[in-house]
């Protein structure tokens, strides 16, 4: 192996590592199992967790960060040594978490790493997770939480909202701003004609704004998510994929929209993004002041520590089970010009 080599493998190899650093912190939880062999272990002996193959890692990975309150991972670089398209090494960590379940402390810890170079790039084939110190003494600190969840739940200033707006429409999108959730409802009917197929997202800002109701009981538009929960899941799966993916008009909120103006859904089944992504010919989302958010990882946080618990409660008293964020969907423009208009309030409305 010449030097050249050798150094863009020990780069990439950094680069991995701090990628799984980054996608913890984020709970990504599926980049963070995608940056393993297809057979990579992840073995945590001191928690105990031994994870075999990415479904597994994925799993684990999402039991875990579900107990999680906060949690901060720093990863220091440690050795690597190279043997052709293998490799191992260590990374050193230093680590704070609360749980939910009242769990707090700091640890030191070793991460004893193998390395596999695949077509994906260099993945890992084994994390070996071993404490060196901890300390769970209780922590004097806490996450500013009070204020994180006061700019998740009150609405946007007007300069903020017309700033979204703007940036909203240099990105493709139409972008009205509103004053409250009955304009918005006029104007959906103003902009859907009788007789088009309507595809209406499980949103509660629709169902709290009476456009649910509008587009799916009124019988003036062919409504999709009524047909739909008529047809037999288990004998019908194929008619619903194509009902829901191609519809003349899909009507949603968001789950958060930036100031750079990209639009946020989340999802448990992903059955209604095909048709918000490009599959339906007009899209209109209806989003409230609250859902404005600085920037994309505010954006996700707002997604799992504010939208996700309470469309948990939501979910299990209309289905009787939990919701989760097993899919998400970023617009960030919208390449066609005029195909997707943005309903922005001056009030909050929904979650």
Do not use: C
Request: without cysteine; aromatic residues 6%; hydrophobic residues 45%.
């Amino acid at each position: 192996m010449n030097d050249f080599q050798a150094v863009a493998d020990r780069v990439e190899i950094e680069a991995l590592r701090a990628e799984f650093t980054d996608a913890a912190m984020m709970r990504d939880r599926p980049r963070l199992a995608s940056l393993f062999t297809a057979d990579g272990v992840l073995r945590m002996p001191d928690v105990p967790v031994e994870l075999t193959g990415r479904e597994e890692i994925l799993a684990g990975g999402e039991r875990l960060q579900s107990r999680w309150d906060f949690f901060v991972q720093n990863t220091h670089p440690g050795a690597v040594e190279l043997d052709g398209d293998t490799a191992t090494g260590r990374a050193y960590m230093q680590e704070i978490v609360r749980t939910l379940d009242g769990y707090e402390g700091v640890n030191y810890a070793v991460y004893h790493d193998r390395y596999r170079r695949t077509e994906e790039g260099w993945r890992f084939a084994e994390r070996v997770y071993e404490v060196r110190y901890l300390d769970t003494s209780p922590l004097a600190g806490a996450a500013p939480r009070a204020a994180a969840a006061a700019s998740f739940t009150e609405p946007a200033s007007e300069e903020r909202l017309e700033r979204v707006a703007e940036a909203l429409r240099a990105g493709g999108f139409a972008a009205e701003v509103l004053d409250d959730a009955a304009q918005a409802r006029a104007r959906v009917k103003e902009l859907i004609p009788e007789g088009a197929s309507v595809l209406t997202g499980a949103s509660e800002t629709l169902r709290l704004s009476g456009i649910d109701e509008d587009l799916n009981a009124s019988g003036q538009y062919d409504a999709i998510r009524p047909r739909v929960l008529a047809i037999d899941r288990a004998t019908g799966a194929d008619e619903i994929r194509r009902l829901v993916a191609t519809p003349d008009y899909v009507v949603n909120s968001v789950a958060a929209v930036t100031e750079s103006g990209a639009l946020v859904l989340a999802s448990g089944s992903g059955s209604q993004l095909p048709a918000n992504a490009g599959g339906a010919a007009h899209a209109v989302w209806v989003v409230g002041a609250q859902k404005v958010v600085p920037d994309l990882a505010t954006a996700l946080r707002r997604v799992e520590e504010h939208a996700l618990p309470l469309e948990n409660v939501r979910a299990q008293a209309v289905y009787g089970m939990p919701s989760a964020v097993n899919r998400l969907l970023v617009l960030n423009a919208e390449p066609r010009p005029g195909r997707g208009t943005v309903l922005l309030l001056r009030e909050a409305v929904g979650f």
